[in-house]
């Protein structure tokens, strides 16, 4: 399982992180509870402005951070946010390239500008 793609969504958008996982949830279709329990709003000291967002979705860990601090993905620094997207049981890189393009679809199709890396 140690090399499963993830992915990076980085987002363009110019309101607070809280604002954005609404949008994001309800773009995706995703409820207020995750499958396995695990709460979706986390503080994490070293995580981005210290707190994040952790949605569970079709087999996929959606991680929704500030891009800063000790995530701060360097080449991206225009974006502010981004979702890291790993897998929780492994799926053929095919369709978890297939389903992070989709969801892409679905951000710019509501005007979000983006870009995405895929990553092993």
């Known amino acids: 399982m140690d090399d499963m793609l993830f992915a990076n969504i980085y987002i363009k958008y110019g309101g607070s992180l809280?604002?954005?996982?609404?949008?994001?949830?309800?773009?995706f279709n995703i409820g207020d509870v995750n499958p396995s329990g695990k709460e979706q709003h986390r503080d994490?000291?070293?995580?981005?402005?210290?707190?994040?967002?952790?949605?569970?979705?079709?087999?996929?860990?959606?991680?929704?951070?500030?891009?800063q601090g000790e995530v701060l993905e360097e080449e991206y620094s225009e974006y502010q946010y981004y979702l890291y997207i790993k897998q929780l049981t492994e799926i053929?890189?095919?369709?978890?390239?297939?389903?992070?393009?989709?969801?892409?679809?679905?951000?710019?199709s509501n005007g979000i500008?983006?870009?995405?890396?895929?990553?092993?």
């Open 18 to 27: 809280d604002d954005l996982a609404i949008y994001v949830k309800s773009k």
């Open 44 to 67: 994490g000291l070293n995580v981005g402005a210290g707190e994040y967002y952790c949605f569970e979705l079709l087999g996929l860990e959606l991680n929704l951070v500030v891009n």
């Open 92 to 108: 053929e890189d095919e369709i978890f390239s297939g389903v992070i393009q989709l969801m892409a679809e679905v951000l710019k």
């Open 113 to 120: 500008l983006l870009a995405i890396e895929l990553c092993k």
